[in-house]
């Protein structure tokens, strides 16, 4: 059995864990499943530990259980596959269990590397700096990941988890560890970077993931800037198409691609459109992406300026999923950030969900898109730090609206709203079908 440490956002680490799993049809049970961690029993398959973890953005530590006991004994170090050394460092992370009870620990272990003429030096976890009006430490129970490979830890020494559950110490060793040196290398050194315009690495990882294509199938992002979605979907073996309105941005997102085709290994085929993503005509098995959200706020908005930007993209996000309901193949997943917006009285008000509701685009239900997890959908997103626009993952299916969801878009429209609507949906699909079937283009990603 093993231990899953969930990042940050546990309900997207699960959810790109679960689809993972499935994608590569690895059979497995849930053992025991909390806001912080998974406990994972594969039936008898071996995982790759370091692969999975290399694949998965969203999970932080992947530990193996060695030894389940009521009380603390010196089991748990014998029980160990640790091969000693004279001189490493070792280290302690814990969820649910005291101070009296790591020690307890820490002194068996102590006690039996001295015996062996070992010199093993214990690792605290680092105090965690948090803000609350004035600076202050507090504890911190799991070693960061950047100290476990600092420290050496999976190398040269060891990380123990120490996990209490119902009256039971369940201990794992660590196997294997995120880091960000790839996410950093990619962001620092690519020729040219607009942060202000781009999604993470490491959050378009787990949206590629989430999306859950086979390699070799063709991802499109409408609102591609400098190609952040494009590199990641090329090193995860996908063709990709980008497209953007901003010449600047798609010659920024060329330089790009052929930076990553020199630094990775890639076989996929790219394609940059300039263009209106909610015109474009092309073809794709998915979608994924962070589209505009309206102008920078240096402060949370009154309701007044909410519904101001509110009119502004509403009208851009509902032709775009008009769009891709033409141009995405099959089921057409899309997984996308959508955003909601505080007002400075606190007030939450939520995209109108009738901007895809309207187009044939259905909220995938949690059951569906995992059986053994619990999972929401959509998933909010932790904001990044001085953003003042919320944001939602929404993962997305063309099909048949279930009743409760056609209600739900009927009670946010008027009748004249749905007509016209529908109306000027159907015109624009008679115009798009008929420029498809003359459009003709040899660099087309079919």
């Known amino acids: ?34 806001n ?25 530590r992947i530990a193996n259980i060695y030894h389940t006991t009521k009380t603390i004994d010196d089991k748990l170090i014998y029980k160990l596959d640790f091969l000693n050394k004279k001189s490493f460092n070792y280290s302690l992370s814990t969820i649910d269990v005291d101070e009296d009870e790591i020690e307890n620990v820490n002194e068996i272990i102590k006690t039996y590397f001295r015996e062996e003429k070992a010199k093993a030096v214990y690792k605290k976890p680092k105090l965690l700096p948090v803000i609350k009006g004035k600076k202050k430490l507090v504890r911190r129970d799991i070693i960061n990941p950047d100290n476990v490979m600092s420290w050496g830890l999976l190398k040269n020494g060891f990380e123990l988890f120490i996990l209490k559950l119902d009256g039971e110490y369940i201990f794992a060793k660590t196997i294997a560890c995120s880091t960000s ?27 590629l993931n989430i999306l859950g294509l086979p390699s070799g199938r063709t991802v499109v992002d409408p609102f591609c800037g400098v190609g952040t979605f494009l590199i990641e979907g090329l090193i995860e073996g996908y063709d990709v198409i980008g497209i953007d309105k901003n010449n600047e ?38 979608a994924c992406f962070e589209p505009y959200m309206g102008p920078f706020l240096d402060a949370r908005p009154n309701e007044n300026r909410v519904r101001q930007i509110l009119s502004d993209i509403v009208p851009l996000y509902s032709a775009l999923f008009d769009n891709l309901s033409l141009n995405l193949k099959g089921k057409g997943r899309v997984v996308c950030v959508l955003p909601e917006f505080q007002t400075y009285d606190d007030k939450v008000i939520r995209l109108p969900e009738k901007v895809f509701l309207a187009h044939g685009f259905k909220i995938v239900p949690g059951n569906e898109l995992s059986s053994k997890l619990n999972v929401v959908n959509p998933i909010p997103y932790n904001t990044p730090s001085g953003s003042k626009i919320l944001r939602n993952i929404y993962i997305l299916e063309k099909g048949v609206m279930s009743a409760q969801e056609l209600q739900r ?24 079908n008929k420029f498809a079937k003359n459009f003709k283009s040899k660099n087309m990603i079919d």
Request: no cysteine; glycine share 6%.
């Open 249 to 286: 941005m798609v010659a920024g997102a060329r330089k790009n691609i052929a930076w990553a085709e020199k630094n990775f290994k890639i076989e996929g085929r790219n394609k940059l459109i300039i263009g209106d993503s909610t015109k474009v005509f092309f073809k794709a098995d998915g």
């Open 181 to 207: 040196d790839n996410y950093i290398f990619k962001d620092k050194n690519r020729p040219i970077k607009k942060d202000l315009f781009s999604t993470s690495f490491r959050l378009t990882k787990i949206m």
């Open 36 to 60: 912080t961690y998974l406990l994972i029993d594969f039936l008898g398959y071996q995982i790759n530990s370091n692969k999975m973890i290399t694949d998965l953005g969203g999970i932080i």
């Open 1 to 34: 059995m093993y231990l899953f440490l969930l990042g940050r956002d546990s309900s997207l680490s699960k959810l790109e864990l679960s689809i993972y799993l499935d994608k590569e049809k690895i059979n497995y049970k849930i053992f025991k499943e909390e």
């Open 409 to 432: 878009y009927k009670s946010n429209s008027t009748d004249e709203e749905i007509y016209l609507e529908k109306k000027a949906a159907y015109e624009n699909k008679v115009a798009t």
